[in-house]
């Protein structure tokens, strides 16, 4: 295949960007999305041009670290990870635009990567459960419903690529923290803070900037890992629960 791509370009955070174009020849419908812009990188570092830089790390759907909107799509046309998307879903001769995710609080770092330490900030914030510290717990001490543990499944599968922020059109964080909220809150394990949680994570949330959720659908649309958008309902509830608990003392 023969490609025309559109990547957006960008020397640093401070320095303005723009889309430059590149061609590339010999590409295979076999080759991961990463696997043809590795070829695009190899033929500018023949020539000596500076690579494009593009966030990855485990190229098998699992870490959440690739992040690029192809042709205005988050992770592009199909509903998986960059790293999981493949060159037949393109077509010989076509032109990809690849822009890095765009939302304020997910600055462009250089090129395609962008800064997702919000994300990081807001698990600091109430993503974890108090544990003793020991020996492993006995498996059927803490006795879980089936439901419920499939519920906190289905929200635990969440990897933070940011999709969904990329996704919405207000940038918000919403699927991604109510993801970590409810994969905790659900469980017994994670009743202690079950109040704290909600209220500090989505604290730390309106504080690096994200946009308000206006159930527009678009992250759960994109997500790669189908988080559902019920999970921001779900997290609502939770909020409010914990406010109304927070004003009575
Ligand atoms: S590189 Fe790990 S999910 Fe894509």
Redesign the pocket.
């Given at each position: 295949m023969k490609l025309t791509l559109r990547v957006w370009r960008q020397r640093n955070a401070d320095a303005e960007g723009a889309m430059s174009t590149y061609e590339v020849d010999g590409i295979s419908q076999d080759m991961s999305f990463l696997e043809m812009l590795d070829t695009l990188n190899e033929e500018l570092i023949l020539t000596g041009e500076d690579p494009v830089a593009f966030d990855?790390?485990?190229?098998?759907?699992?870490?959440?670290?690739?992040s690029l909107v192809i042709n205005g799509d988050a992770h592009g046309p199909e509903r998986t990870?960059?790293?999981?998307l493949h060159m037949r879903s393109f077509r010989d001769g076509d032109t990809i635009d690849i822009e890095p995710w765009r939302a304020s609080a997910f600055p462009v770092v250089k090129d395609l990567v962008v800064d997702r330490s919000a994300f990081d900030r807001i698990i600091q914030a109430g993503g974890y459960i108090t544990a003793p510290t020991g020996a492993a717990p006995e498996a059927h001490a803490t006795p879980v419903p089936k439901p419920d543990a499939d519920l906190a499944f289905e929200h635990a599968e969440c990897?933070g690529?940011g999709a969904c922020v990329a996704a919405c059109p207000n940038g918000a964080a919403m699927l991604f923290t109510s993801a970590k909220v409810n994969h905790l809150n659900v469980l017994p394990q994670g009743a202690p803070e079950r109040e704290t949680r909600v209220l500090d994570m989505v604290g730390q949330m309106d504080a690096e900037g994200f946009g308000g959720c206006t159930l527009a659908g678009e992250c759960a649309t994109a997500c790669p890992k189908g988080i559902p958008l019920f999970s921001i309902t779900s997290m609502n509830k939770e909020w409010l629960r914990a406010t109304r608990r927070a004003a009575k003392g």
């Open positions: 990855h790390d485990c190229r098998e759907g699992i870490c959440g670290a690739c990870t960059t790293c999981q990897i690529c």
